[in-house]
């Protein structure tokens, strides 16, 4: 199974159309994925950061292809 590439930071907030600042605001609060961690770098999964657009923009699924 393919989880899709896997996004630092920088790209996380590119993908999701949000600023680097706003990624790190969102993990405090608690309403961002949680990053895999590997030494002081984050990283998410593609399709997990599907899963946290198609929560956040009901229409997702039909303006973007989701991962399978």
């Not at 920088?10 to 600042?21: R, W």
């Not at 984050?42 to 956040?56: C, I, R, T, V, Y």
Request: with cysteine; aromatic share 10%.
């Amino acid at each position: 199974m393919s989880r899709g590439r896997v996004f630092n930071t920088k790209a996380a907030a590119e993908y999701c159309g949000i600023a680097q600042q706003t990624v790190r605001n969102k993990l405090v609060m608690g309403e961002f994925p949680e990053p895999h961690k590997q030494g002081r770098i984050n990283g998410w999964f593609q399709d997990e950061l599907d899963a946290f657009l198609k929560a956040a923009l009901p229409d997702y699924d039909e303006v973007h292809e989701v991962a399978a």
